[in-house]
């Protein structure tokens, strides 16, 4: 493996730590992964960048899904799954989520996690997009996230965890053979570590979530800023179809100019029979798909943007003032609140709802145990491309994948010994290669990648995106390579930073992808075309910070370094 040498602009580790593992995030993935490590007998290391119950995990409303219905079969989740990844989806990653998953959220509730019930004792689950069968566990009607994550929360803390919060990470250690030796970070404000650090480690499990703030509206919390495949990619791996980028269809409408996180109108809304319509009230989505408004996400996303076109509007609506009082109190509390709070009452009218940037199917390229193309480096969760969500998410997958690939990492760490090694890092250097950005640049990217790579994208579109961010990025590499000068270390800094990187990745992916597939949707291109694009588009970072692109030969995932290295 070749390493970059890019290191983000910061003030060398003023203390460390030794562990043999090191988790980055705190959702469901990597405290199931600090739990499972924990177990097997490794010395685990939590680092999260706000809160432990702060990220995204806790915004999920849906649920997650499993074969845990009479009647239903891992077989039948297989299927809906593939059919939604539309024809990307690594069928061996699939059938392992399928398969595995039932008894991963039943050790989930034997942790602790309480999903909704019957008043038998009998799981209740629902039907989202795409599935079609009703296999989606739920808990507190629509905070199912919020659940899992206070029941992995109080694990940990139980057990003991050392846990660093306020911690961005900022850069992976490595060893004079390019191993993982660890990372370092930088905490913010009082605690037992303050400012720049290093935590040694032989294993390192990224589960830093997504990157939903490269755009201006997304359901994503504001931590959502790339930073592990920002990290990734400064280390050397490869990061694999950052283009689907999945836009959530129903995401409550706060105004053309509303930035920054969104209120989520969950899919199971519409699994439990709202419909979306136009302001005539006339349900569009019918003769669409044979499943209406619960078709797969790309596909009710891209009707609703038809209709707003069509219309000339910026919006929709979900109409479920049929439910009546009693059902939206005791099925969706949460959002029943989001609405009121924004002065809409979803019991007497519609709720105006429009796509938002959701969910990264691409990521971190990883095998079947969680391992990058980086040896000991581990991802898992929404940072990571395990092959299982394909081109297009299937609805509540990503709560699953979290928990089965994090249990296989701790399996994978625990059985190779790769904890035993003494990890020797290499010393920070001293003039970082990479520049930092100033914290306003965050906002120009942002909204460079709503207009240009948002839901429509083209050619046009897309090359005047990747020219403003290419200006950006040599606007402050100009300036470090000329007179040493670039922004400020900081939080702030970094992580646009952070965005700049993935931002540029996820257009060049865009732009090699010529075609319309899942939730990559090019007007130029509008059909999808299997036998020139039914490939992965994989990307990794130069040392000279130039992005390289290529296209693999068919639709197989390609083997990660620490699988060829095997063979």
Sequence with gaps: MTTTGIRLHAPA???????????????????????????????????????LDDGSTRWAQGGIAAALGEGDTPEQHFEDTLVAGAGLCDEEAVRILVTEGPDAVRRLIATGAQFDESADGVLELTREGGHHRRRIAHAGGDATGAEISRALVEAV??????????????DLLTDAEGRTAGVTLHVMGEGQHDGVGAVHAPAVVLATGGMGQVFSATTNPAVSTGDGVALALRAGAEVSDLEFVQFHPTVLFLGPDAEGQQPLVSEAVRGEGAHLVDADGVRFMLGQHELAELAPRDIVAKGIMRRMRENDAEHMYLDARHFGAEMWERRFPTILAACRAHGIDPVTRPVPVAPAAHYASGGVRTDSHGRTTVPGLY????????????????????????LVYAERIAADIASTGLHARVPQPLPTAERPAHPLLPPEARFTIQRTMSRGAGVLRSEASLAEAADRL?????????????????????????EATNLLCVARLLVAAARRREETRGCHWREDRP???????RRH???????????AVRTTDTTDFPPTLTQAQEQ
């Design 379 to 402: 991802a898992c969760g929404e940072v990571a491309c395990t092959g299982v969500h394909g081109a297009n998410r299937l609805a509540s997958n990503s709560l699953l994948e979290g």
């Design 13 to 51: 580790p003023g203390w460390s730590i030794d562990a043999d593992v090191v988790v980055v995030g705190s959702g469901v993935a990597g405290l199931t992964a600090a739990l499972r490590c924990e177990a097997a007998g490794l010395t685990t290391v939590v680092v999260t960048k706000a809160r």
């Design 527 to 533: 059909e999808r075309d299997d036998t020139a694009w």
């Design 537 to 547: 588009i994989v990307v990794r970072l130069n040392p000279d910070r130039s992005l």
């Design 470 to 494: 290419d200006r950006l990025h040599a606007d402050a590499r100009d300036a470090l390579d000329e007179n040493g000068k670039t922004a400020e270390p900081g939080v702030d800094t970094w």
């Design 157 to 170: 803390r139980a057990r003991g965890l050392r846990t660093i919060e306020n911690a961005l990470v900022l």
